[in-house]
């Protein structure tokens, strides 16, 4: 990164320390260093339809992900499944209800309040900005982005389970079904929608307006 300064008006190239000055760029445009040519900084930019696409579709992904077994494990001729949220409760009632409590809030509860915040953060940019309860909603919603994408972790999810189904291949019939599709497919659709997500540009957003 390109240190910036405290008023955000010059960054300082990090291969030859020139202090440029910062300028406004148009969309897709990247400014570079007139001496050495290193990338300074971009224009925060996200595709507001592309998330309001990403979003719906993981959407839609999560209430199978979460209704649908994971895994389906197939031993000494009992069949047990479970679902995310069927973990959670199943860790807890052994007695490590922290851990449940934190499979729960990370795997379950923290993407479905990331998804439909950026799902209203999208609506509000795209119908609402001009009004002053839509502005205010987003500017509640911004601050509450950071904590919420950090407490996500679908992706140890995900693999914790195909972990334990290699692990439990050996000694046990492991299926994977519609369920496992879905968990993956809303975890890629997460991943690609936080990286489209650019939450200096949806400040961007209100400031502009
Ligand atoms: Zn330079």
Partial sequence: MAHTDQHQCHVLCRSCDLVVQKRALPSPVRALCPRCGTALYDT????INGMLALCIAALIMFFP????????????GSIRNTTAFQAAIAVGDQGYWVVGVAVAISAVIAPLLLLSSILAQVCI?????HLELGKKTLRMLLKQQGLLSQLTMLEIYVLSFLVSAFQLS???????????????????????LQREYNLEHMWGLLDDN
């Fill in 125 to 129: 940019a795209k119908f609402a900005l």
């Fill in 170 to 192: 050996d000694f046990a019939d492991v299926h994977m079904g519609m369920g496992t599709f879905c968990f993956t497919m809303l975890f890629l659709l997460l991943l690609f």
């Fill in 44 to 47: 925060p930019y996200c595709s």
């Fill in 65 to 76: 992900a979460n209704l649908l077994p994971v895994l389906e494990i197939h031993f000494l």
